[in-house]
Nanobody
Framework: QVQLVESGGGLVQAGGSLRLSCATSGIIFSINAMGWYRQAPGKQRELVATITSGSTTTYADSVKGRFTISRDNIKNKVYLQMNSLKPEDTAVYYC??????????WGQGTQVTVSS
């Protein structure tokens, strides 16, 4: 059974930092690309950052220079370090995995709220 479980969300003031974690099980983590998406109220889910199995990273323009995605292939976890948070970063953040042979899986999401 595949599980992706996010943690680390919460309430933070603008300018603060949070570190999201996503623990995975049931997938061959090392061959999966991993990513973080977010969905704000009334908006579509949007890509935040991705990291390939080879650790190549991409970021949405809105978070470049502030967020860092990383992975630990021993612990089967992916992380999102979020610095200089802004109120517009408020959203539910979702972890996702993807591999061609198994497809995409999603976590249940973790709420991030940034107060001004």
């Amino acid at each position: 059974q595949v599980q992706l479980v996010e943690s680390g969300g919460g309430l933070v003031q603008a300018g603060g930092s949070l570190r999201l974690s996503c623990a995975t099980s049931g997938i061959i983590f090392s061959i999966n690309a991993m990513g973080w998406y977010r969905q704000a109220p009334g908006k579509q889910r949007e890509l935040v950052a991705t990291i390939t199995s080879g650790s190549t990273t991409t970021y949405a323009d809105s978070v470049k220079g502030r967020f860092t995605i990383s992975r630990d292939n021993i612990k089967n976890k992916v992380y999102l370090q979020m610095n200089s948070l802004k109120p517009e970063d408020t959203a539910v953040y979702y972890c996702t995995s993807y591999a061609p042979i198994t497809g995409r899986y999603w976590g249940q999401g973790t709420q991030v709220t940034v107060s001004s």
